[in-house]
């Protein structure tokens, strides 16, 4: 498609795919329009001359006489004016039907007083707003909607079912909202205007073929825009699936990379630990990397100040290196070509994670403030460089995708939702660096791909070749590429959330009513909003956090339908789930890096493009949640079977007084507002506070011993009474520094960690 006129036809907000829009929408049926279109195009442009001095002038009603309803009537929508919403509660400007026949049938029906059936028989709904008006200023009134592109969806969520599409208009941007989300930011829209004074024909139809009525109409069960939507999904799961091999080969180079530009980096073959912090390292470096292609293209990362966008495109910004160095290799250049010895994009990373961590309100980048971007977290990150030449290979591999031709284009990061990048992670859970022996290279079989020596394989055959000395990854059934996938899918994650989650929610209504309180009073919301926030959902092996934001989701999704039930003000859905993951979400995972993902999922989800990750570090645990003992168990009351006398009887007060003084701490560290980058970092340097505070130490020093001993290992006999003497009397650092109680307070740790830490 030439686009030489006009930099893109649409603006694609994660409705559909930007990767299936580009290059894959030209083979349905819905796209051979071409005859229709040149008319449409004509006709719009002649009206457009007539009206594009006279619409600045107009206001809503005017607008929607003289250009709207005028250009509907070009693209062949029968239409009815400001239709009641069943129930009330507002009206829509325009149904949209899909010829003059239908609305006269509707009309017919919505006059005899069946309302309900106008909807029914309709394509779309449509809002209008005056010209050029911003979708996204918030209403100075009190209404059930906070600005003009949640109302549309306010409005599609109350109507029957068979409307799934609304369109929201200022005459200028024409937007596509659906039903098949929950989200207000996600839509597709155009500039109609602007195509019709610089778009060719091809890029017209961006308009033509997604707003006439043949885009509404169904065939074979499903419409042209159904259709774009479901193969949108299909094309986002085969870039994440493209990505992931991808990343293999990236994980490699970086590896390789850090190795090759830093001397005093050398790693011996048998030297397990080494190559295990090296390959961690990488893999952290390469989420980095995702994390922020990923928040560009998704407008997390963006600054609204024209200037201030070119300072962070031309300074900072990942996507804008990743495109240079994408049309230099399609030019010709080589990897090669760039310095093994310069690490100039290595600084260039380095300030843009440091940005990300810290934020920077005048570049548009919200402090992430989690642990991923974190150089105090990572020192060895902090502590050594890759070359140019790396970098460049690995933002490439990363950043791009194959086509069906063969060709390498950009891959539209905004087409992925955090399940992707989670399942490319855990894909790598089980991966480690070896030095190759040999030559070897990477084949297909059995659906996998295996490492074999080099000798044995032809070059057509081969998906990777590494030297003999250098690095490569595989599992420990010797597979660089397993079969299978590495994460549950959505479809059994959904039905799982409705089944737990969700009856959690239906017990709650039920105890509602049985109380004589009814939806639509408002006891009953106030109630309802206050026991989901007593509910506790813990994922005890939560790996990247799929079910934990799809929980969020669900809980979010289920108390707006009760504040759209009732009209309830001030209740936004992005506040709701910002709450709902502060008080309900809990999780745990052995493995650190997955905690952070997790932390990145619940981030995104809440959806706080304009604030820091909230802390979450009490809530979302690295550890094993099959391992470990209860503080109130060690510290309980009873015996145990041998009639040995348990900690109680030795603390006394002590105990009280170490718990109380835990538990107050505690408190304080929830005390603190967790909406501000400066109530943020308190908590964490109450958290902080409290994990070294002494008394906490030695609570919970003593659960290790005690898991220790369940676990049969050597523990003294009397080891947890000395412990409680000690506590007790003040001469913990004695007691600490034995060779017993130092070995024990930590192999329970090395062997699972105990999550309450």
């Not at 969806?153 to 369109?167: A, F, N, S």
């Not at 962070?312 to 230099?328: A, K, S």
């Not at 669900?554 to 504040?563: D, I, P, Q």
Request: glycine share 8%; hydrophobic share 35%.
């Amino acid at each position: 498609m030439s686009q030489a006129t006009l930099g893109s036809a649409y603006q694609n907000s994660s409705l559909f795919s930007g990767y299936y829009l580009d290059e894959r929408v030209y083979d349905l049926d819905g796209w051979d329009c071409d005859d229709e279109a040149r008319d449409a195009l004509t006709e719009l442009r002649e009206l457009w001359e007539l009206e594009r001095d006279l619409v600045a002038s107009y206001n809503e009603n005017e607008l929607l006489d003289s250009w709207i309803d005028e250009a509907l009537d070009v693209l062949g929508f029968g239409t009815l004016s400001e239709t009641t919403l069943p129930g009330g509660g507002g009206y829509n400007d325009r149904l949209l039907f899909e010829s003059e026949d239908v609305r006269r049938t509707a009309a017919t029906r919505k006059r005899d007083g069946d309302q309900d059936a106008a909807y029914n028989l309709s394509a779309a709904i449509l809002e209008a707003k005056q010209w050029d008006a911003d979708f996204t200023t918030r209403f100075s009134e009190q209404r059930s909607y906070r600005d003009a592109s949640h109302q549309v969806k306010y409005y599609l969520e109350h109507t029957p079912e068979d409307v799934e599409w609304g369109v929201l208009t200022n005459g200028r941007k024409w937007r596509l909202y659906g039903t098949k989300d929950y989200a207000t930011e996600i839509y597709y829209e155009v500039d109609l205007p602007e195509l019709l004074e610089s778009g060719t024909l091809e890029q017209f139809k961006y308009f033509y073929a997604f707003f006439r009525p043949e885009a509404f109409r169904e065939r074979g069960g499903a419409s042209f825009l159904d259709t774009v939507w479901n193969e949108s999904e299909t094309a986002a799961q085969e870039l994440g699936e493209d990505l992931q091999d991808n990343v293999f080969t990236a994980l490699r180079i970086l590896g390789e990379g850090f190795l090759r530009t830093n001397d005093g980096l050398e790693l011996d073959p048998e030297d397990e630990e080494g190559l295990s912090e090296l390959k961690e390292q990488s893999l952290v470096l390469l989420y980095r990397l995702m994390f922020v292609l990923y928040a560009e293209s998704r407008g997390l990362i963006h600054p609204e100040n024209p200037a201030m966008r070119d300072e962070y495109e031309q300074h900072f910004g990942l996507n804008d290196l990743r495109t240079r160095i994408h049309e230099d290799v399609q030019s010709g250049d080589d990897f090669g070509d760039y310095s093994e010895i310069s690490t100039q994009m290595w600084g260039r990373l380095d300030e843009l994670f440091t940005l990300v961590d810290e934020g920077e309100e005048s570049l548009g980048i919200p402090p992430y403030n989690g642990g991923l971007f974190d150089a105090d977290d990572h020192e060895f990150l902090a502590e050594h460089a890759v070359a140019d030449r790396y970098i460049a290979e690995v933002i490439y591999r990363i950043g791009t995708t194959e086509t069906e031709d063969g060709e390498f284009v950009l891959a539209d990061y905004a087409d992925l939702d955090t399940r992707h990048l989670g399942t490319i992670y855990e894909g790598l859970l089980e991966h480690e660096f070896r030095i190759a022996p040999e030559e070897y290279a990477a084949v297909s079989e059995d659906g996998g791909q295996v490492w074999k020596p080099a000798t044995g394989v032809s070059v057509a055959d081969a998906v990777e070749t590494v030297d003999e000395g250098d690095l490569y990854v595989v599992n420990d059934d010797g597979e660089r590429k397993a079969t299978g996938a590495y994460y549950t899918p959505d479809y059994i994650v959904s039905y799982i959330v409705e089944e737990s989650v969700g009856s959690l929610v239906d017990d709650i209504e039920a105890d509602l009513r049985a109380d004589g309180l009814e939806p639509t009073e408002t006891e009953y919301f106030r109630r309802f909003w206050q026991g989901v926030l007593d509910l506790k959902i813990l994922d005890p092996a939560m790996g990247s956090a799929h079910f934990l934001t799809a929980a969020t989701g669900y809980l979010t999704a289920r108390v707006m339908e009760v504040v759209r039930e009732q009209e309830i003000q001030g209740y936004d859905e992005q506040d709701l789930r910002r709450e709902i993951a502060r008080e309900c979400i809990y999780g745990v995972d052995i493995n650190g890096m997955a905690v952070e993902l997790a932390k990145l999922s619940m981030w995104l989800e809440t959806l706080a493009a304009d604030q820091p990750l909230a802390f979450l570090d009490h809530h979302l645990k690295t550890g094993n949640s099959l391992v470990g003992s209860d503080i109130e168990d060690v510290l309980g009351d009873e015996s145990d079977q041998s009639g040995q006398t348990k900690l109680t009887d030795w603390m006394d007060q002590t105990r009280q007084r170490a718990l109380e003084h835990v538990l107050e701490r505690f408190s304080d560290l929830l005390s603190i507002d967790n909406e501000t980058l400066g109530g943020i970092k308190e908590m964490e340097e109450v958290y902080a506070e409290i994990r070294e505070d002494p008394l906490y130490r030695h609570l919970l020093a003593m659960v290790n011993v005690h898991t220790a001993s369940e676990f049969g290992l050597d523990v003294p006999d009397d080891a947890e009474e000395q412990m409680a003497e000690a506590l007790r009397d003040g001469s913990w650092d004695d007691i600490g520094t034995t060779d017993c109680f130092g070995r024990r307070k930590q192999r329970p740790r090395k062997r699972a960690s105990s999550t309450g830490s």
